[in-house]
């Protein structure tokens, strides 16, 4: 058993050459879990674990436990940014499956939304992907317009972006949204309160559901460890029990976060921090020159004609005239999340690796 537990610590690790890519980005190491088949110092990693859990509330950022007892390790990524010339953050990486893997763990281990994964790989068995196969993972995102720089949720792509308007960095993080008849709505807002271990206020139209009208704090609470309240109606930002929505239309119209993430960005984010929630399913943007759209589906069904507005968009970009009109048209019809060149050649656009999903 105790052999069992040690293989599996250091399977959900996160070493050095997994960690997430630092080009372009600063970041800030959190905490790692380790793990050793040495008896002795697996007695040690337990101590320490038993240290850790006694001090959850003042260490609100260590390592995810799943209900399986996997652990993830998150990181602040500050990534460059310039409105203007430099709008595309992040970059790929390669990822080996590895036993037992689904592509839930996968997308978790690389701070990606079950979504942005599916929607690379819509052939593949989610929870059984080939073992030792080899698979390119699109952790880089357009920005989304925005206009205070505060915080931007894009409904669309279930993705949540911090801005740090000073330092001109973001940090960006993958959501779970509210399903369908109960959509996560748009608008400006602030943030007007912050909770650490909340007590779930339940809505009269959910009360018959559970059996209640108030959830406490604990493992059952769909708001997870900490919730940031919007100044817009009952919905908010926070945490989850069940980290497998991310990435998916899961909620009552609130925004959930993994339990890593939620740790990591809410001790940031000051009350009054202004909130801006749109919908935009496609996304254009410049880094080096070249030109890259980022496509997603439209997940609420909001357009009558997705290539119209696509075409609407880059009409009224200022990069319309270095834009080779097929590639974007048909990187805005597969509609696989993928931030894509679509330069003209005559701009001498330079191939990336991610082009090769344009040939599957």
């Known amino acids: 058993?105790?052999?069992?537990?040690?293989?599996?610590?250091?399977?959900?690790?996160?070493?050095?050459?997994?960690?997430?890519?630092?080009?372009?980005?600063?970041?800030?190491?959190?905490?790692?879990?380790?793990?050793?088949?040495?008896?002795?110092?697996?007695?040690?990693?337990?101590?320490?674990?038993?240290?850790?859990?006694?001090?959850?509330?003042?260490?609100?950022?260590?390592?995810?436990?799943?209900?399986?007892?996997?652990?993830?390790?998150?990181?602040?990524?500050?990534?460059?940014?310039?409105?203007?010339?430099?709008?595309?953050?992040?970059?790929?990486?390669?990822?080996?499956?590895?036993?037992?893997?689904?592509?839930?763990?996968?997308?978790?281990?690389?701070g990606m939304g079950y979504n942005e994964v599916t929607l690379v790989y819509p052939r593949l068995d989610p929870w059984m992907p080939p073992k030792e196969k080899r698979l390119l993972i699109p952790a880089l995102w357009?920005?989304?317009?925005?206009?205070?720089?505060?915080?931007?949720?894009?409904?669309?792509?279930?993705?949540?972006?911090?801005?740090?308007?000073?330092?001109?960095?973001?940090?960006?993080?993958?959501?779970?949204?509210?399903?369908e008849g109960w959509e996560t709505p748009l608008g400006t807002c602030t943030i007007s309160e912050k909770r650490a271990n909340p007590t779930w206020y339940i809505p009269k139209s959910l009360q018959e559901k559970y059996g209640r009208s108030t959830m406490p704090p604990g493992p059952e609470n769909p708001l997870g460890e900490f919730f940031m309240k919007l100044s817009i109606g009952p919905y908010g930002i926070h945490g989850t029990h069940m980290p497998w929505g991310v990435g998916r239309l899961v909620s009552h119209g609130c925004i959930r976060l993994y339990p890593e993430h939620i740790r990591l960005l809410f001790p940031q984010v000051p009350l009054g921090t202004r909130l801006e929630i749109i919908y935009e399913p496609v996304k254009i943007g410049r880094s080096n020159g070249q030109i890259y759209v980022e496509a997603h589906p439209d997940v609420y069904k909001r357009f009558a004609d997705y290539e119209a507005h696509a075409r609407s968009l880059l009409e009224a970009s200022p990069w319309r005239d270095q834009v080779d009109m097929d590639r974007y048209l048909l990187a805005v019809r597969l509609q696989n999340g993928v931030p894509t060149n679509v330069t003209r050649l005559d701009q001498k656009a330079e191939g990336t690796p991610l082009n090769i999903f344009l040939q599957q």
């Open 142 to 179: 357009v920005l989304p317009p925005t206009r205070h720089e505060q915080i931007v949720i894009n409904v669309a792509e279930l993705r949540l972006f911090y801005f740090d308007k000073k330092e001109r960095t973001v940090q960006t993080y993958p959501l779970g949204i509210g399903d």
């Open 1 to 110: 058993m105790k052999k069992e537990m040690a293989r599996r610590f250091a399977r959900n690790r996160t070493p050095e050459k997994d960690r997430p890519s630092e080009t372009g980005a600063k970041v800030v190491k959190i905490e790692t879990v380790p793990a050793s088949r040495n008896r002795l110092r697996f007695l040690l990693l337990l101590l320490a674990a038993a240290v850790a859990a006694a001090c959850l509330a003042a260490q609100p950022t260590r390592p995810a436990a799943a209900a399986d007892g996997h652990y993830y390790t998150s990181y602040i990524q500050r990534y460059p940014y310039d409105l203007e010339d430099n709008t595309v953050v992040g970059s790929a990486r390669w990822h080996q499956v590895q036993p037992g893997e689904t592509l839930l763990d996968i997308a978790r281990r690389y």
